[in-house]
């Protein structure tokens, strides 16, 4: 079924999820337990399926802790608030190298919907075509949520860097 290999990219992005080490770990084995009961009906992308459930499970703990807001990037009041971030550099992240810390701190300013599309984008390299598979959204919403995050991202380094060298 599964290998160990395969078990401990699920557990990796469950924390990408969760940010908690034994929530994730509780949502793999719920996953797990869900996946084995559908076993009998033919699954054509087991990895996906799973990672699929995983997701969701995810987002029904957070509804039912209410401390998440699962929200659209394309909603109209985030495009006109103040948090919004016009594209202006296309530069590639793809390069870019960071330290753990520096990924500890950017995983904690990131949404859980944010920090998904960063695991599956950057972490697990899959193609945007992919994502969209997975995350069952159309393509466009993914690159353009994708470039959104790139260009935020580039800014917190940048903001860092400034602030690095000031003190």
Do not use: C
């Not at 996953?31 to 054509?44: F, G, I, N, W």
């Not at 959204?137 to 690095?164: N, W, Y």
């Amino acid at each position: 079924m599964f290998d160990k290999d395969e078990l401990n990219k699920f557990y990796r992005y469950a924390i990408s999820l969760t940010q908690d080490g034994d929530l994730a770990y509780d949502l793999l084995q719920s996953a797990l337990e869900r996946y084995l009961k559908k076993v009998s009906k033919a699954v054509e992308n087991p990895n996906a399926y799973l990672k699929t459930i995983i997701r969701n499970l995810f987002i029904d703990h957070e509804r039912r802790k209410k401390v998440v807001p699962m929200i659209s990037m394309d909603n109209e009041e985030i495009l006109n608030s103040d948090n919004y971030v016009e594209p202006t550099d296309d530069r590639s992240m793809d390069d870019v190298l960071i330290t753990r810390q520096e990924a500890l701190q950017l995983t904690k300013l990131l949404t859980p919907e944010e920090n998904e599309l960063l695991y599956l984008w950057a972490v697990e390299e899959y193609s945007t075509a992919e994502i969209s598979v997975i995350s069952q959204q159309p393509k466009g919403t993914i690159l353009s949520k994708l470039h959104r995050l790139k260009k935020r991202v580039r800014e917190q380094f940048a903001a860092d860097t400034q602030a690095a060298k000031k003190g």
